[in-house]
T-cell receptor
Framework: GENVEQHPSTLSVQEGDSAVIKCTYS??????FPWYKQELGKGPQLIID?????GEKKDQRIAVTLNKTAKHFSLHITETQPEDSAVYFC?????????????FGKGTHLIIQP | DSGVTQTPKHLITATGQRVTLRCSPR?????VYWYQQSLDQGLQFLIQ???????AKGNILERFSAQQFPDLHSELNLSSLELGDSALYFC???????????FGPGTRLTVT
């Protein structure tokens, strides 16, 4: 089955700096890659996603890039703010049509230092 | 607020017991997914239902079962509970054809 590796496990950046979280996946059939943000005591919140026919997607301060050949994708957060502090999860799905569960990475604890 | 609701928020029970977790999907969503989140295993997909039918199975134990009712709410049944079943259980929903999944606030299960 699919395996998703996520790095780093903890990332500390100064407020205003950029943060990058990287993930690799194993199944070349995977075609949908969402990113979730989870705050303490809450459920994961979908923040951005990308499909395999797209190389990059941007939404305000966050962007995701996908390299299908290398089977890796990354989350980029620019101009980080204190409210960006949370655990971020990448995930992959082999059937982007919704008929499949997501395989998640182990998560990255992002700490924004004031 | 994702629009997905889960009850109860917390559940404390003893080993060997059986519990039922409930999930109501977002209005209009036909798919419901169940996930387990624990410190050692991370977020793991358990099972998916689409419009009342089982659609996909993940790492769900035989002691666990789920169903989706005609009004589209879903229940996850956990039986013969063990200490290792203590975890957060999340429900997510999606429209069905679209892959975007929206998570509920979760149920924290503690088995003592």
């Amino acid at each position: 089955g699919e395996n998703v590796e996520q790095h780093p496990s903890t990332l500390s950046v100064q407020e205003g700096d950029s943060a990058v979280i990287k993930c690799t996946y194993s199944d070349s059939a995977s075609n949908y890659f969402p990113w979730y943000k989870q705050e303490l005591g809450k459920g994961p919140q979908l923040i951005i996603d990308i499909r395999s026919n797209v190389g990059e997607k941007k939404d305000q301060r966050i962007a995701v890039t996908l390299n299908k050949t290398a089977k890796h994708f990354s989350l980029h957060i620019t101009e980080t703010q204190p409210e960006d502090s949370a655990v971020y999860f990448c995930a992959a799905s082999t059937r982007g049509g919704g008929a499949d569960g997501l395989t998640f990475g182990k998560g990255t604890h992002l700490i924004i230092q004031p | 607020d994702s629009g997905v609701t889960q009850t109860p928020k917390h559940l404390i029970t003893a080993t060997g017991q059986r519990v039922t977790l409930r999930c109501s999907p977002r209005s209009g969503d036909l798919s419901v997914y169940w996930y387990q989140q624990s410190l050692d295993q991370g977020l793991q997909f358990l099972i998916q239902y689409y419009n009342g039918e089982e659609r996909a199975k993940g790492n769900i134990l035989e002691r666990f079962s789920a169903q989706q009712f005609p009004d589209l709410h879903s229940e996850l049944n956990l039986s013969s509970l063990e200490l290792g079943d203590s975890a957060l259980y999340f429900c997510a929903s999606s429209v069905g054809p679209a892959p975007e999944q929206y998570f509920g606030p979760g149920t924290r299960l503690t088995v003592t």
